[in-house]
């Protein structure tokens, strides 16, 4: 059964940090593609950060500079090392997957598969 897991989140005063992680499960053959997003109370759910098929990192304004997306393209994870917290960065994060391959030379197929989030709250 193919899942996301998100893991890392807490409760941490303004300035602190936190390491968000999101690992994906399914069929050894298959890697994924993940991107985090958020959504505060009352507010909808937002794109924070990916990596792009390059490589290269992506970034909600509100958090360029304080958040660092990296991965571990081997195991199916995902992270975010957010640093200077603050309290509107207070949300459920959520991991998704959009795309998946399976198989060496595979193509990337559309996947579409959320997690059940991490909860991040930032106090002043």
């Known amino acids: 059964q193919e899942e996301l897991v998100e893991s890392g989140g807490g409760s941490v005063q303004a300035g602190g940090s936190l390491r968000l992680s999101c690992a994906a499960s399914?069929?050894?053959?298959?890697?994924?593609?993940m991107i985090w997003y958020r959504q505060a109370p009352g507010k909808e759910r937002e794109f924070v950060s990916q990596?792009?098929?390059?490589?290269?990192?992506k970034y909600a304004d509100s958090v360029k500079g304080r958040f660092i997306v990296s991965e571990d393209t081997a195991e199916n994870l995902l992270y975010l090392q957010m640093n200077s917290l603050k309290p509107e960065d207070t949300a459920m994060y959520y991991c998704?997957?959009?795309?998946?391959?399976?198989?060496?030379?595979?193509?990337?197929?559309?996947?579409?598969?959320w997690g059940q989030g991490t909860q991040v709250t930032v106090s002043s």
């Open positions: 998704k997957t959009d795309r998946r391959r399976c198989g060496y030379g595979a193509r990337w197929l559309e996947y579409n598969s």
């Open positions: 990596i792009e098929g390059d490589g290269t990192p």
């Open positions: 399914g069929p050894l053959q298959c890697k994924y593609h």
